[in-house]
C-alpha cells in the first residue's frame, strides 16, 4: 500500500526502498543503509541527494562520518505543494507560448478560406466536457434539444456546474425536452438556471443526443458513444435555428 502510494507520487522502486528503510532506521551512514537495502554505498548515496532535493530526509557529520535523518512523514505534504507549484508554473508557461502563437495557429485553420464549414469531433467524456465548454462563449440565446436523463448519465455531476457558470456568463437556453422525471424536477430551476423549456408532447417521444444551436455553430453530443461534434457553418445553422422556432412555437409553455 505505501509502496503504491509513494509510486504514484514518482518515486523509483529505489528510492522507495531507501526512503522506507530510513524511516525504520531513523538516521545512518549510507553504508547501514546499503546493508538494509541490499543496494550498493554509491547508489544509496546518489538516492539520499535525491530525496534530499525533495525535502523529506537531511544529513549531518558526527565525527569522520556523514549521517542522513528521515524527516517526519508530514514532509511529504510539503514535497507534494511544491510540486504542485511548479507544475503549476510550468502550465503558465506552456499557457504563455500558446498565446503567443495563437496568431500563427488561427491563420493556419483558415487558409482554406471562411467559408468552408468547419468540424471539431471530440470523444470520451474529458472531450465532451471541453465541447461544452465552446457553448460558454455563445453571444445569443443558446436553441437546445436535450434530454437532462441522458445528459446527465453521460456527464455526472458536470451539468449542474455547467448550469450554474452558463447563468453567470447570463447566457440564456430555449430546450425542447421529452417528459420524463430528471426533465420535468430540472425545468423548477428554470429561472435560476436562465432556462425556458418546452416539452414535447406526449411521453413516448424520446431521443438520447443533444443538439445546441449558438452563433454559427451547431454542437452535437452523442451519450451512447460518447462522442461530440461541433459543426461550424452559418449556412446549416441558420436552417437549425429556422426548424427548431417552428417546433417551439407550437409547443405550449411549461
Known amino acids: 500500500?505505501?509502496?503504491?502510494?509513494?509510486?504514484?507520487?514518482?518515486?523509483?522502486?529505489k528510492e522507495s526502498i531507501v526512503y522506507l528503510a530510513l524511516l525504520e532506521i531513523g538516521s545512518g551512514k549510507a553504508n547501514d543503509l546499503a546493508k538494509k537495502t541490499d543496494l550498493n554505498r554509491t547508489t544509496v548515496y546518489d538516492i539520499c541527494e535525491t530525496l534530499m532535493q525533495k525535502g523529506l530526509i537531511s544529513k549531518y557529520k558526527k565525527g569522520a562520518g556523514t549521517y542522513f535523518n528521515a524527516l517526519d512523514p508530514k514532509h511529504l505534504l510539503n514535497y507534494l505543494d511544491r510540486e504542485q507549484e511548479e507544475h503549476a508554473k510550468e502550465i503558465a508557461k506552456q499557457k504563455s507560448k500558446v498565446q503567443a502563437l495563437l496568431p500563427q495557429l488561427i491563420s493556419l485553420q483558415n487558409i482554406y478560406g471562411a467559408t468552408k464549414p468547419k468540424v471539431q469531433f471530440f470523444e470520451g467524456e474529458k472531450g465532451m466536457r471541453e465541447a461544452y465548454?465552446?457553448?460558454?462563449?455563445s453571444k445569443e440565446i443558446i436553441l437546445a434539444y436535450a434530454n437532462v436523463a441522458t445528459m446527465h448519465q453521460g456527464l455526472p455531476n458536470f451539468f449542474p456546474e455547467y448550469y450554474k457558470r452558463r447563468a453567470e456568463s447570463k447566457i440564456f437556453i430555449k430546450a425542447i425536452i421529452p417528459r420524463n422525471k430528471i426533465s420535468v424536477e430540472r425545468s423548477a430551476k428554470n429561472q435560476e438556471e436562465m432556462r425556458d423549456t418546452r416539452f414535447l408532447p406526449e411521453t413516448d417521444m424520446t431521443f438520447s443526443p443533444e443538439v445546441n444551436i449558438y452563433n454559427n455553430k451547431i454542437l452535437i453530443a452523442?451519450?451512447?458513444?460518447?462522442?461530440?461534434?461541433?459543426?461550424?457553418?452559418?449556412?446549416l445553422a441558420d436552417l437549425q435555428k429556422l426548424?427548431?422556432?417552428?417546433?417551439?412555437?407550437?409547443l405550449p409553455r411549461v
Open 222 to 235: 452523442s451519450w451512447k458513444e460518447k462522442i461530440a461534434i461541433i459543426i461550424e457553418s452559418k449556412e
Open 133 to 137: 465548454e465552446d457553448t460558454l462563449k
Open 1 to 13: 500500500m505505501i509502496n503504491s502510494l509513494l509510486k504514484q507520487l514518482n518515486f523509483s522502486d
Open 243 to 250: 426548424t427548431f422556432n417552428l417546433l417551439w412555437n407550437v
